[in-house]
């Protein structure tokens, strides 16, 4: 050890032996910075080691660590003695941090799936998504102008819009079955004018 890791912070434990994170913990709990920086190089690389056993990303895990030390900083005069040791107080902060992060991940994964899984499921037939897929600039817009005005209409609403074939026809004030046919012809005219293959 370094004589700075030899300077006393509180008092030597018996036999000049340094303090343990115990003793750390309590000089931290009262203010003492020179105990946190003490304390810190013998925490963090066993905070760092236990999360990123639960990560498995070093990016993620070097937040965690950081977050877990400075919650052990600010934590420490909860600390108490009786109940554990020091180390084992950190590092199950640490774990309990990983875990958190690991379940934050996995919610947004499940509430993306979920809003993926509740989009209304639109009846769109293989040729409008070639269509949609291939869609560029002036050709489409010269192959729209090949379409009648109802058939323009209806697919603007439909791939521009976002709107469902119910709402199509809400808008243009026509039978859902029209707006499907115009639908079905305005997208096979688009499909010829943009050379899809079938």
């Known amino acids: ?21 115990e003793e750390l913990l309590q000089a931290v709990g009262r203010g ?15 905070v760092y080691g236990l999360v990123l056993r639960v990560l498995r990303d070093r990016a993620q895990t070097e937040e965690v660590a950081q977050e877990v030390l400075v919650e ?42 979920r809003a993926a899984r509740l989009e209304p499921h639109r009846a769109f037939d293989e040729v409008s998504e070639l269509v949609v897929g291939r869609l560029e600039g002036e050709r489409l817009r010269r192959c ?13 609403f439909a791939y521009y819009g976002g709107y469902s074939y119910r709402e199509v026809a809400e808008l243009v004030k026509a039978p859902l079955g029209t707006v499907k046919t115009r639908m079905r012809d305005g997208l096979i005219r688009l499909r010829d004018c943009l050379g899809v293959e079938r």
Request: glycine share 12%; no cysteine.
């Open 1 to 21: 050890m370094g004589a700075r890791d030899r300077s006393p912070v509180g008092q030597d434990g018996p036999g000049g032996d340094p303090p343990g994170p």
């Open 32 to 46: 003492d910075r020179a105990a946190f920086e003490r304390l810190y190089e013998m925490l963090a690389p066993r």
């Open 72 to 113: 052990v900083w600010r934590g420490a005069a909860r600390y108490e003695p009786g109940k554990g040791s020091g180390l084992a107080w950190a590092l199950t902060i640490a774990h309990r941090r990983a875990i958190d992060r690991v379940r934050s991940a996995q919610a947004g994964t499940d509430r993306e799936e």
């Open 144 to 156: 729209l102008d090949n379409l009648t005005e109802l058939q323009r209409e209806s697919v603007t």
